[in-house]
């Protein structure tokens, strides 16, 4: 029971690795209609900024609001730039464009920064919570965070006008723009937030994986793959389906005999199409309608 | 002038259609042409050519083989380095285990992956878009874990890998083993190019088109979607495994970390680079995997991805739909000049 207790916590603590991942996947998805294989390298950038600024003597928070702000207008300028003149390709062309995105942010932080691994610190402390060796401060904290991020996110989708724009560019680019919304700085928008999701989640996520250029590959798939099975409609859905892969890849490894040590990703990812077998949209997600 | 008896009477008994042996085409000659030079080239060239010649062609039909699934069926795969892995750890063990010889290995591994494929489809016959290249990519992830799983260590040889001997030439022929399985990929790819020709313009093939173009409308139009959709996920399957045992002959060597997730992002980028749903532009796909990526490194090794990420985005804008898209702009740019300048003549 206790060993349960405590694969349990575990796997919460790693899911929430791949919450605050599978949050800003569903952010870009729900601004352009895919996924982006780029959003780890642009959160792993966020946080090297983050890194750079703490470097140069300015405070956590200074840096945290920093490295934010500028990765909202990295993500602007990434659609901008690099992303508008190819709107109208194929979309199996825009997804290489993704890959050629991945390669030169991680390529160039390693030219900047090399891949040695540094220590990122974390507000929150890292002593266990409760005097209990289940879960950590900082964990408690990281999914704190995100779900407060999941919470603001809501309402800013739900509740305000720019939200409302944003969803209906998505939804339906062309009578959104009959209505007067600009659907191209929509889409812009979106990018930002996706980056500012993601940098938060990766400064998050730097003091248990530490920081280097490739931390965020393993962190990106599995934050896909929580998305994915927590249906990419639904933010709520991703953070709980984030958190179910960790879970899931805890329970696997210590519970399945013999094989599940060594194949624990593996059962995890099975489990996880077999649940899309019965749910193909996702457990929260909707199925798409599409017309004849 | 006096027409040829034969012809005319080809013309009286079905004047709408062609005579049916098709007089030899442009494209035909472009054909002829490619392969008189894919023969002479091996002979032209130093054998570390020859063999990275012979890589490229090993790619190309890999990435025809995600092609027959992407770009005609229009079903996503991040999984096609486990088809692929799968085709050379086949190859590998009956070579190393069963003393098989080489060219025996290829049916076997095709035969393989054809069946893993084709079982495979039946549970991404629910899945779709983005969902399905969750399920495919977790078949990626799988395959180096289970390659490396403990217990199947006497077959696969664990962390280590398999190492195999490469093929000699057969006795009496004048050429070195590199250029021998130059000659022998290339066969292989010929053979399997033409069935995939063969296979895209027939009635099956324009059935796989229409579930891409509109899987509900094929379906109303009676197109067995399921059936269709599972084998062409088991022919691509072969093709990717085929490509694979003839990459593990090449490279002699086979090792779990060599199959992994990275090698179908690659087919990807070559697929798309190449054109989707092009089979030429498969073997365009097929060079540009092989030799970008060291290009990209010659010129800076530290910067060696994003070099690569600049090339890849570049060819992107030059060519959103793939060199496949680019040469179908040029025909049509060129034929549209010719039937005006007819024009300009015949006024």
Same mark, same amino acid.
């Given at each position: ?26 952010? #870009? ?21 983050? @890194?750079?600024? #703490? ?5 956590? @928070?200074?840096?945290? #609001? ?11 300028? #990434? ?105 191209? @700085?929509?889409?812009?928008? /979106? @990018?930002?937030?996706?980056? *500012? ?20 590959? /393993?962190?990106?798939? %599995?934050?896909?793959? /929580? ?30 005999? %013999?094989? /599940? ?12 199409? *077999? ?18 | +002038? ?101 060219? !025996? ?37 799988? +395959? ?35 250029? !021998? ?21 027939? &009635? ?64 990807? =980028? ?21 030799? =970008? ?13 994003? =070099? ?6 570049? =060819? ?16 049509? &740019? ?14």
């Amino acid at each position: 029971m206790e060993l349960l207790l405590q694969q349990l916590m575990a796997g919460l603590a790693t899911g929430a690795i791949y919450a605050a991942m599978a949050l800003a996947v569903v952010m #870009i998805y729900q601004a352009i209609d895919h996924l982006n294989f780029a959003q780890g390298e642009m959160a792993m950038f966020s946080t090297f900024l983050a @890194w750079q600024m #703490i470097q140069w003597g300015q405070p956590y @928070w200074v840096a945290f #609001i920093g490295a934010v702000v500028l990765s909202f207008l990295g993500g602007i300028a #990434i659609e901008r730039v690099l992303f508008k003149p190819i709107r109208n390709a194929p979309i199996l062309s825009q997804l290489v464009a993704f890959i050629a995105l991945y390669g030169i942010l991680n390529s160039s932080a390693g030219e900047i920064w090399d891949f040695t691994i540094k220590t990122f610190p974390t507000p929150f402390g890292s002593a266990p919570l409760f005097g209990q060796n289940l879960i950590s401060t900082h964990q408690a904290g990281m999914i704190g965070v995100t779900l407060a991020m999941l919470v603001l996110l809501y309402f800013f989708f739900r509740g305000s006008r720019l939200g409302l724009a944003m969803r209906a560019a998505a939804a339906n680019p062309d009578s959104a723009r009959l209505v007067g919304i600009r659907v191209g @700085w929509m889409l812009a928008l /979106g @990018w930002g937030m996706s980056a *500012a999701v993601g940098a938060v989640a990766g400064m998050l996520i730097a003091p248990v994986v530490f920081l280097e250029p490739n931390m965020m590959l /393993g962190v990106l798939l %599995y934050g896909f793959a /929580g998305a994915v099975l927590g249906g990419l409609s639904s933010p709520g859905g991703a953070v709980a389906g984030g958190f179910a892969v960790g879970v899931i890849e805890n329970l696997a490894g210590t519970f399945i005999p %013999y094989v /599940g040590r060594e194949l624990k990703l593996t059962i995890a990812l099975v489990l996880i199409v *077999a649940v899309l077998m019965v749910r193909p949209s996702g457990v929260f997600g909707r199925a798409v309608v599409s017309r004849v | +002038m006096t027409m040829p008896p034969h012809e005319s009477a080809v013309l009286t008994r079905e004047p709408p259609r062609a005579p049916p042996i098709a007089r030899p085409s442009p494209r035909h000659f472009t054909i002829g042409a490619a392969i008189v030079a894919a023969l002479l080239l091996p002979l032209l060239t130093t054998s570390f050519v020859t063999f990275q010649l012979t890589l490229v062609m090993i790619y190309g039909l890999a990435i025809l083989g995600l092609n027959l699934l992407t770009g005609f069926n229009g079903q996503f795969s991040l999984g096609h380095s486990a088809f692929y892995g799968i085709g050379a750890y086949t190859a590998a063990i009956l070579m190393d285990q069963a003393d098989l010889a080489y060219y !025996w290995t290829l049916p076997c591994a095709g035969l393989l992956c054809f069946v893993v494929g084709f079982l495979f489809g039946l549970p991404a016959l629910r899945l779709q878009g983005l969902y399905l290249a969750l399920a495919t990519f977790a078949l990626a992830t799988a +395959m180096p874990q289970i390659l490396k799983f403990h217990p199947l260590e006497p077959l696969t040889g664990g962390v280590q890998g398999i190492a195999i001997l490469k093929p000699d030439p057969p006795p009496g022929v004048p050429l070195s083993a590199d250029q !021998w399985l130059y000659y022998f990929t290339l066969a292989v790819l010929l053979v399997m190019l033409a069935g995939a020709a063969n296979l895209v313009k027939s &009635r099956t093939g324009r059935a796989i088109m229409a579930i891409r173009d509109h899987p509900l409308a094929a379906a109303a139009m009676g197109i067995n979607t399921a059936l269709y959709k599972t084998l062409t996920f088991g022919v691509s399957a072969l093709y990717t495994g085929v490509a694979g045992a003839l990459g593990a002959i090449a490279v002699q060597f086979v090792a779990p970390d060599s199959f992994t997730f990275l090698l179908s992002v690659s087919l990807l =980028v070559g697929l798309v680079i190449g054109g989707v749903a092009s089979i030429p532009g498969s073997l365009v796909g097929g060079l540009f995997v092989l030799f =970008v990526p060291n290009i990209a490194e010659s010129i800076s090794r530290g910067l060696a991805g994003a =070099v690569y990420g600049v090339i890849l985005l570049l =060819v992107i804008y030059v060519m959103p739909a793939g060199a496949a898209g680019l040469a179908r702009l040029i025909t049509a &740019r060129l034929a549209s000049i010719r039937s005006i300048r007819s024009e300009g003549r015949s006024t």
